[in-house]
């Protein structure tokens, strides 16, 4: 016979536990009557910000439980339960019986009791329907004619706080955050991290006061006054209270269950009360005496319950209630973990703290230094994921290593079996292990009978380095479509002589390709000198930026970067691309590659564009290809007192050289004169430095994420030989290296490193020096420009356009606004400024 | 009052206007929308304007498919959506609007709902 499950509250623990009951009972044992308070589908509250955002209530949704045995009641408010007779009473006065009954009620946000918190103008955050509220009140506040700034008070400084800040500016209005304790978010971080957390907070222009209460609200001819605790009268639009929650339990205490003593029923480790018939869980429910305010302890607490209702023996645990907190909020990161606030009897903190770099963190160490006991990161929480764990585990490393910046970086290894690598699933080491024993040798296997990594993901970096370390080697096929590596695919192509995608992924992959490997094999046609890399299928294949031989800004329109062999330029070069620019209100930017970027080019402009510059002398300068970009240069002994050779006439040479020649990444380089190095040549992927007789040639440098100095491959070689070892080295790189791999990593990859490569392309062991620079030479002789050729070709210039059936209309969603005296792209509203996430 | 709910079919182009496995953007009563044909044949239709950053450009993203549903790229931040059902399928909140498509006499046409009385 079928039971009746009555759950009261509608929101994301009692969706939960509705949904996992439906999941395991296929017997139909319960019928379920949910009843919730308010008039909507039950929807993801730990992202109701992001509403005000523009995603909507169809976004937010959980999604509705289509099925006869689930009967939603929306707006449905439960005003009584009688426990004698197993029933619940509605507001309209019908009653429904139950068998079982879960109270899934929440919490309500906690009202500080000053006078004037009922006043118009004043609002909590909870629901959507408040955030409807807020956002209707604050539009009257801008359409309200006068002048000054339109301002919110917002009670609160924790995480609800600063997230109501945020959604006040994104609606127009100047915040103004008041939190009674002595810093921002009290909970989760310590007074130091509190500190440089305001001063994050505080940059996007969002004004805080700590240490100080809201004493009351006065009504000042139609707007709001908040007067504080320290005297001073903050005048508001809005005002807006985020002070906290409080368990909604009052349904409870008026059938006589006991409540903790800060509020919430009572509930065992079952997450019962102490009627058999009546559980408890979610915010309202107060395990062991204490209430947990995170929805992860929440969806572990509906998974008891419905384990339990079915005859399961399911129990909350100790490590389900882990409070660790990881968050960005208004783009800071944030997180703590363990006993942040060094509780423990003897606890030693642990503080590194740069004011300058915008970081704060902390450990918390038991007194013999030997036991990691908690922590809190503000500014960069990228170490989160591997210290978290290690709460109660011994230190594998000097605490002040494990933050400092360049200190340890702890992977899996640091690891007992017994730590939880996902604290969201609750996953440890060890079970990954045994997982990876089982034959889960994938990170997407490893979620998949394990759950770690699917929730916040935070974890996944150390499911990657236990895969490594379990010796599983982690495959090299380059997709779904690819079961082989780049050099693998460069070899076949070249072996068999295919020139299209489509033959290759018949012959030797599956499906019809993605982003991934089609760029790929563009790239390896191109090496091979397959013709003009927009024709015929070709096209097809390339990134936008190929595709459009321009590269893609934010907004849609492009970038255009004429070639400025060297960075020499005549004063009529000059002139014309000063003219272009002019003429098609392009902005202009000296880039780091010594030439000229003009940017807001519409794709249906860049012919026109490109005929006045091809017109004048100027090609492409692949500034949007895995190609070569430029060879920067000084001046050397053509102009400079201390210049040993020309420098300019060696960076033309090579860059002309060169140009045009599809690898695996960008390839950049850079001529210096003499050893004062002004060209910055040891940070290019071939960066040669003159000397009194010759050249030394340096490779595998670079900038960006983690920029490397090139290493002295030969010294003191004359110009003919130079060019010939960097044939023979791009070459090289170009077949074997893998995709999106620059020269760095390649070389430190290589069997050998360095002095392999050495041996290979100056030494010629593996005698392929020959075949390289033929390589070479076929290349150099079939460069051709390929923006003349787009502009020869009517068929290649027809694909410039707007819109297939208006194709001269500019998108209408590009505008600009003017900085500094040129165009810049107009700011786009609402401007996102970072959704929070919050994980456990 | 019953609500009439007529589909209104606009003329967009020629379907050999449109290239195999390639986008091109349409512009449908200022609503932008992004046509792809793939390797099939078949013409998918959903919003140009990609949702991570904003900017109207998912015709100009890469075609491929994965699992065997067919896709594209965005070109900005390089989310991959499904064309059968605008699903962004790298962040499952994400999602594009659909548009249907037929092709009668060579035409590839898109239907926009009209609402009526």
């Keep these: 016979m079928t039971r009746e499950l009555v759950v009261v509250g509608h929101g994301m623990v009692g969706h939960r536990l509705v949904a996992a009951l439906r999941d395991r009972d296929t017997d139909g044992t319960w019928h379920v009557t949910v009843l919730g308070e308010e008039d909507r589908p039950a929807y993801d509250r730990v992202a109701l910000s992001s509403y005000v955002d523009g995603r909507t209530e169809d976004d937010l949704s959980l999604g509705t439980h289509d099925d006869p045995l689930v009967d939603v009641r929306r707006a449905t408010s439960v005003v009584g339960i009688d426990r004698e007779a197993c029933e619940v009473r509605i507001a309209t006065g019908e009653t429904i019986g139950y068998d079982a009954l879960v109270l899934a009620t929440g919490s309500v946000p906690f009202v500080p009791p000053v006078p004037g918190r009922d006043l118009l103008g004043c609002f909590v955050y909870r629901t959507l329907d408040d955030l409807d509220a807020i956002t209707a009140a604050a539009e009257a506040a801008m359409a309200r004619p006068g002048p000054g700034r339109r301002s919110a008070v917002v009670v609160g400084g924790g995480l609800l706080g600063l997230e109501a800040a945020r959604a006040m500016r994104l609606l127009g209005l100047s915040p103004h955050v008041v939190e009674i304790a002595p810093r921002l978010m009290p909970v989760q971080v310590d007074e130091g991290g509190g500190a440089l957390l305001r001063s994050l907070v505080e940059r996007q222009d969002i004004a805080v006061r700590c240490g100080v209460s809201v004493t009351g609200i006065a009504d000042d001819r139609g707007r709001l006054v908040a007067q504080l605790s320290d005297g001073v009268e903050l005048d508001a639009d809005l005002v807006v209270f985020s002070a906290g929650i409080r368990a909604a339990d009052g349904l409870a205490r008026a059938t006589g269950l006991a409540v903790g003593e800060r509020g919430g029923v009572l509930v065992d480790d079952r997450c019962r009360t102490a009627d058999e018939h009546v559980w408890a869980v979610g915010e309202c429910a107060a395990l062991e005496g204490r209430t947990y305010g995170l929805v992860a302890p929440g969806y572990a607490m509906a998974e008891v319950v419905a384990d339990r209702l079915l005859g399961g023996d399911a129990r909350m645990t100790p490590a389900e209630l882990d409070m660790s907190t990881q968050l960005k909020l208004l783009g800071v990161d944030v997180a703590s973990f363990g006993d942040a606030h060094a509780t423990t009897e003897g606890a030693l903190p642990v503080v590194i703290n740069d004011p300058v770099a915008g970081t704060y963190a902390k450990l918390v160490v038991s007194d013999d230094a030997a036991t990691l006991l908690g922590g809190v990161l503000v500014g960069d929480a990228s170490r989160y994921a591997a210290l978290r764990p290690l709460v109660g585990a011994a230190l594998p490393a000097d605490p002040v290593a494990l933050i400092a910046p360049n200190g340890v970086e702890l992977g899996a290894d640091a690891l007992p079996d017994s730590a939880q690598v996902c604290s969201c699933n609750a996953v440890t080491k060890g079970a990954l292990r045994s997982a990876v024993a089982e034959g889960a040798h994938t990170v997407g296997a490893l979620k998949a009978c394990t759950r770690a990594g699917t929730s916040c993901g935070s974890c996944v970096p150390l499911l990657k380095s236990i895969l490594v370390r379990e010796g599983v080697e982690l495959s090299t096929a380059l997709c779904e479509h690819f079961a082989h590596s780049r050099a693998e695919l460069f070899e076949i192509v070249a072996g068999a002589g295919i020139t299209t995608f489509s033959e290759l992924v018949a012959r030797h992959g599956t499906g019809r390709g993605c982003d991934v490997c089609k760029p790929v094999v563009a790239s390896i046609l191109a090496s091979l000198g397959g013709g003009h890399i927009l024709a015929g299928e070709q096209a097809g294949l390339q990134d936008t930026n190929d595709r459009f031989l321009a590269n893609m800004q934010r907004d849609g329109t492009y970038s255009v970067v004429p070639r400025v062999p060297g960075g020499e330029i005549t004063p009529d070069g000059l002139i014309v691309i000063g003219e272009v620019a002019r003429d098609f209100g392009l902005y202009t930017k000296i880039t780091g590659g010594q030439r000229i970027d003009m940017f807001g080019a519409r794709v249906e402009q860049l012919p026109a564009i490109w005929r006045r510059l091809v017109d004048a002398g100027f090609e492409s300068g692949h500034a949007y290809g895995k190609a070569l970009r430029t060879v920067k240069s000084c001046v050397g002994t053509t102009w400079c007192r201390f210049g040993q050779q020309d420098s300019v006439g060696l960076a033309v040479e090579l860059e002309l050289r060169y140009r045009g020649l599809r690898s695996p990444h960008k390839i950049k380089s850079g001529v210096s004169g003499c050893a004062r190095e002004c060209a910055e040549a040891r940070s290019k992927d071939f960066g040669i430095i003159a000397t009194e007789t010759g050249w030394n040639l340096y490779v595998g440098g670079n900038g960006g994420f983690t920029p490397r100095h090139a290493d002295l491959l030969v010294s003191d070689v004359d110009t003919e030989t130079l060019v010939r070892l960097v044939d023979r080295f791009l070459m090289f790189y170009v077949r074997t290296a893998d995709r999106l791999q620059r020269t760095a990593p390649w070389i430190e990859a290589m069997e050998g490193g360095l002095d392999h490569l050495r041996a290979v392309i100056v030494d010629d062991s593996l005698g392929i020096c020959a075949d390289l620079e033929a390589a070479m030479a076929a290349h150099v002789a079939s460069y051709t420009d390929e923006w003349a050729g787009v502009l020869a070709d009517d068929e290649k210039l027809l694909r410039f356009v707007s819109f297939v059936n208006a194709p001269g209309t500019p998108d209408p969603t590009i505008s600009f606004v003017t900085e500094r005296g040129q165009p810049v792209p107009a700011p786009r509203t609402p401007v996102l400024i970072g959704i929070p996430e919050v994980g456990s | ?117």
């Excluded at chain 2, 609500?3 to 079919?9: C, F, L, Y």
């Excluded at chain 2, 059968?84 to 709902?113: F, K, M, Q, S, W």
């Design chain 2, 1 to 117: 009052m019953t609500a009439v709910v007529v589909t209104v079919w606009t003329l967009v182009c020629r379907v050999d206007q449109l290239e195999p496995e390639r986008g091109a953007a349409a512009l449908l009563d200022g609503r932008q929308v992004a046509l792809f044909r793939t390797h099939e044949g078949t013409v998918h239709a959903i919003d140009n304007l990609d949702p991570c950053s904003g900017a109207a450009v998912l015709s100009r993203g890469i075609v491929g498919d994965r699992g065997g549903v067919p896709t594209v790229a965005s070109p900005v931040y390089k989310q991959v959506f499904s064309l059968l059902d605008g699903t962004c399928l790298d962040e499952p909140e994400v999602r594009v609007d659909v548009h249907e498509v037929r092709i009668r006499d060579g035409i590839v046409e898109i239907a926009t709902p009209w609402a009526g009385r």
